[in-house]
């Protein structure tokens, strides 16, 4: 991954893990296997469980720790309600930014432009 996409990542990776568990419960090592499915491949454990633990500090999620068949007890995340208020407010912000990145984009731009011709 660029360096680039690996810093503009650092900025939503935090969303993209509540809106993982907006989806359902999950521990650490799924949540990472699912980001690596999706071609986020650089993304390393220890910034999964960094990022859950600050995520259950602010008390955006909830954790229940379970037996495991293999190894420790899991650690399962879930969002909570003020979890859920603050990933809304993350789509709100990213429906804004995206949406004035696309007009700045040249593609969409001209496309733009034409329609204002017609």
Known sequence: MP??????????????????LAQRPAYGYEIR?????????????GTIYALLLRLERREFVDVETVPSEKGPPRRIYSLNPSGRT???QFWETWIFITERLQR???ERTEHVARQDLK
């Open 3 to 20: 360096k680039q996409a690996t810093e503009m990542l650092k900025g939503v990776l935090e969303g993209m893990v509540l809106a993982i």
């Open 33 to 45: 296997a699912w980001l690596r499915s999706q071609g986020f491949d650089e993304i390393a454990e």
């Open 86 to 88: 603050y990933l809304n």
């Open 104 to 106: 700045l984009h040249p």
